[in-house]
């Protein structure tokens, strides 16, 4: 299944996509390795998948963004476990794209709400543009947001 990210004058043409090559997915994994996040999905012991992974295909069709994410609760949460973009290529709407995407895929699949323990104080504003909202403590090492879809 692939969404055609809604055209946008700055980023028209970009598509966001479920990984359908091995290729895509080791790609997917580079750009979270460039922002040292590959490790921490290894020592969740998880992997990269089609099924869990969505990726944000730059203009030239390269992979330039990915976001990891898991469904709970029988399928009626989800939580984003890993999300970037390649360095190189950021504030250029390919995250504010593929976080859209995202959230309207799991509107349509059904899911009533979206989790995210966001991994510094720093990000408290970026989640909040999108919706999200901060919960109250719950004993985990990071802050959880969440937004009702
Ligand atoms: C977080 C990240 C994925 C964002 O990707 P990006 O391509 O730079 O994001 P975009 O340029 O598409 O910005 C998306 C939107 O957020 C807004 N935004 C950006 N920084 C913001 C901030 N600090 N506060 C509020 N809004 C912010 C942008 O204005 C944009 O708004 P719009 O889509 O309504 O125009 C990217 O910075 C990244 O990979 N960071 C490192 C990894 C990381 O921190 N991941 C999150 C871990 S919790």
Redesign the pocket.
């Known amino acids: 299944m692939a969404v055609k990210v809604k055209s946008q004058a700055s980023h028209a043409g970009q598509t966001v996509k479920v990984p359908s090559t091995q290729a895509e997915l080791d790609a997917a994994k580079r750009?979270l390795d460039k922002?040292n996040?590959a490790r921490h999905l290894e020592l969740k012991q998880g992997s990269a998948t089609s099924r869990n992974t969505r990726i944000?295909l730059g203009k030239g069709g390269e992979v330039s963004?990915a976001?990891i994410f898991s469904v709970k609760k029988g399928e009626r949460e989800a939580e984003?476990d890993?999300?970037?973009?390649?360095?190189g290529?950021?504030?250029?709407?390919?995250?504010?794209?593929?976080?859209?995407a995202f959230l309207a895929e799991m509107r349509g699949a059904g899911v009533s709400s979206v989790l995210?323990?966001?991994?510094?104080e720093?990000?408290e504003?970026?989640?909040?543009?999108?919706g999200f909202k901060r919960l109250p403590p719950t004993g985990h090492e990071?802050y959880a947001m969440a937004k009702k879809l």
């Open positions: 750009v922002n996040l944000m963004g976001l984003i890993f999300y970037a973009v390649d360095p290529k950021r504030a250029e709407g390919m995250g504010g794209a593929l976080m859209r995210v323990h966001p991994s510094c720093l990000h504003p970026y989640y909040a543009h999108f990071f």
